[in-house]
């Protein structure tokens, strides 16, 4: 008989860690990994308006007012997607299509990679703010 309750304190004992780990892990998950991935996001974010923006042309002015005409919503949004789908090396590559004018890649790009859901929101949000 003692042999039968330590085998169910083992197995009450080994579910107590498994469920301590899993809840381990939504925390890490929600408390460190979330919040570092936003940050990530909006540093790509500022890094990518910074290289769009790095010298004086008209291009790069129109592209700072743009960015800095965005509501923090409308930030939020596109971090989001930036977040999603941007890594330094496709922002990059990105960069160089638009300012080689190759607006049929970047289009390639977002039909390739972007949801429609989220092909109209960055619509909506160019279309608010191309009033401006």
């Keep these: 008989m003692k042999h039968g309750v330590r085998k169910k304190h083992r197995l009450r004992t080994a579910l107590i860690i498994v469920l301590i780990l899993v809840i381990c892990g939504f925390a890490a998950k929600y408390f460190i990994y979330?919040?570092?991935m936003e940050k990530a996001a909006e540093?790509?974010?500022?890094k990518v308006i910074e290289s769009a923006t790095s010298d004086n042309?008209?291009?790069s002015r129109k592209i700072k007012e743009a960015a800095d005409s965005l509501s923090d919503s409308d930030k939020a949004a596109v971090s989001k997607i930036v977040k999603k789908h941007i890594?330094?090396?496709?922002?990059a590559k990105?960069?160089?299509?638009?300012?080689d004018g190759d607006y049929?890649?970047?289009k390639e790009f977002a039909q390739e990679n972007l949801s429609?859901?989220?092909m109209a929101q960055l619509y909506e949000i160019y279309q608010k703010n191309s009033s401006n």
């Design 104 to 106: 049929d890649k970047l």
């Design 43 to 46: 540093t790509t974010y500022e």
């Design 94 to 99: 990105l960069l160089k299509y638009y300012k």
């Design 57 to 59: 042309s008209a291009e």
């Design 87 to 91: 890594t330094a090396s496709t922002a």
């Design 34 to 36: 979330d919040p570092a």
């Design 116 to 118: 429609d859901e989220e």
